[in-house]
């Protein structure tokens, strides 16, 4: 039976500094992000034929996973992937970097071109109410979506691909920004690997 484990991170901890400093990375990856491995795998110990599925077909199909081990599947296991994906998402040195030509295509056809998504995303990601993320997905047309999720809801859950994700629990950014969300989205901008975004966008 295979277990899940918090992939390293693809960069250093002080890599995203001054943005996200060092101290929130080690809170963040190596206590928080391990918390909801460990909480998912023991949900899915009980019914350890649900390993076998893909983490996509999981939350795709979510309401065929046990009444019981449901809401925790959503949340602890809503938890371990939206942080792979959200470590994913930032790469150092990515100041002024934009979406490759087809993710910006779309956002130019869907979202009125970058800037509009960028004052979309940031304004979903500041006022989402409470704990969650803002995101960035691609619908089953193939349209580009931005909306914000509460907790660890995943878009998958939605029928919708996840491109990007903005995390705005407390402890993505407390430490450093205290309760400047809006300061601590803003500074995100700067370290989006659109590279990798780009990637899913053309999956």
């Known amino acids: 039976m295979k277990k899940y484990e918090v992939p390293a991170l693809p960069y250093a901890y002080d890599a995203l500094e001054p943005y996200i400093d060092a101290e929130t990375l080690h809170y963040h990856h190596d206590k928080h992000h391990k918390a909801y491995a460990d909480k998912f795998n023991a949900a899915l110990e009980r019914y350890p034929e649900l390993y076998e599925k893909t983490l996509d077909d999981l939350f795709r199909d979510i309401e065929q996973v046990p009444d019981d081990i449901r809401m925790a599947v959503i949340n602890q296991g809503g938890g371990y992937i939206n942080h792979n994906l959200f470590w994913e998402s930032l790469a150092p040195k990515a100041e002024g970097l934009r979406p490759k030509a087809e993710l910006a295509e779309a956002m130019e056809r869907d979202l009125s071109g970058f800037d509009q998504f960028r004052e979309k995303l940031t304004a979903a990601s500041t006022n989402q109410f409470g704990s969650g993320y803002g995101w960035l997905v ?25 491109l990007l994700l903005i995390d705005v629990w407390e402890h993505a950014y407390y430490l450093k920004y205290k309760n400047m969300r809006a300061d601590y989205v803003n500074s995100i901008w700067n370290i989006i690997n659109w590279e990798k975004v780009s990637e899913r966008f053309a999956k």
């Open 138 to 162: 691609k619908g089953s047309n193939g349209k580009l979506k931005i909306y914000g999720l509460p907790n660890q809801d995943s878009p998958l859950s939605l029928g919708h691909t996840p």
